[in-house]
């Protein structure tokens, strides 16, 4: 039974997800569909990297993963399909993709004539990803193309002693998801963010009193800050883009 990923900044208040899936089920009845997320903020390609970005390795191979966040839908960008590490991918070509490895295989999607220029998601991904659903190698689908957009997640910068990054996510929950990769870092090294100190990197939100600021290794790698029971982003008012610095282990 093939799976079908989706990825959207569609919500839920409209009836666009239910006729995306509704394409996806019509031609592949027996797909499995698994809905990433619906709630990213419109246009926000940044945000749709990062879920996409967590997810897509955990699933199994074969997977077809929708991807759409799309603020210049309708315009000359291309739509692209991919191909990287025994996953298939469909998304436009605003650098949303560039979460994949440097040897991702990417050709271009046919906008046809009748497709809704508002709404190339039914009209152009999801046929897509429903042929590669289908068992359709992506060549299938379209001519090969060398330059996609990529423009990749800033990364992370040594200063010294000192890594320097930013919050690349708030949750739900308030906690400040940085780029800053937890190996290099040191459990005795100071995390800052927003210019504020918040201590030692920590196992888990327990590991404070209710109400402090807490460092920890999260479940994607990368150092996060919270506050026990409450929320970081508001204590600490800080969002995407706060700077968050972390001592190297042994400097």
């Not at 990062?50 to 074969?62: D, I, K, T």
């Not at 990749?152 to 930013?166: N, S």
């Amino acid at each position: 039974m093939p799976i079908i990923t989706l990825l959207t900044d569609f919500g839920d208040s409209d009836s666009y997800v239910a006729e995306v899936k509704a394409v996806l089920l019509s031609r592949v009845p027996t797909a499995t569909l698994v809905d990433l997320n619906h709630q990213v903020s419109p246009g926000n390609l940044r945000t749709g990297q990062y879920f996409l970005s967590r997810a897509w390795p955990r699933f199994p191979l074969g997977t077809v993963h929708l991807a759409v966040v799309d603020p210049g839908v309708g315009t000359a960008r291309r739509a692209l399909a991919a191909e990287a590490g025994g996953h298939a991918f469909v998304a436009p070509d605003n650098g949303l993709l560039s979460v994949l490895p440097h040897d991702a295989r990417f050709v271009s999607l046919p906008v046809l004539r009748d497709a809704a220029p508002t709404f190339h998601a039914r009209d152009v991904f999801a046929p897509a990803a429903a042929r590669l659903a289908s068992g359709a190698r992506i060549e299938e689908l379209g001519p090969g193309v060398s330059d996609p957009v990529r423009d990749p997640f800033p990364a992370p910068r040594v200063d010294g002693g000192t890594l320097v990054g930013a919050v690349v996510h708030v949750d739900r929950f308030g906690n400040l998801v940085s780029n800053v990769p937890c190996d290099p870092v040191g459990r005795t090294s100071v995390i800052t963010v927003a210019g504020e100190v918040v201590g030692n990197l920590r196992r888990t939100f327990a590991d404070v009193a209710k109400g402090q600021l807490v460092a920890y290794c999260g479940s994607a790698g990368t150092v996060e800050i919270a506050v026990r029971d409450g929320s970081a982003a508001e204590q600490v008012g800080a969002g995407v883009g706060a700077l968050v610095t972390a001592q190297l282990a042994g400097r």
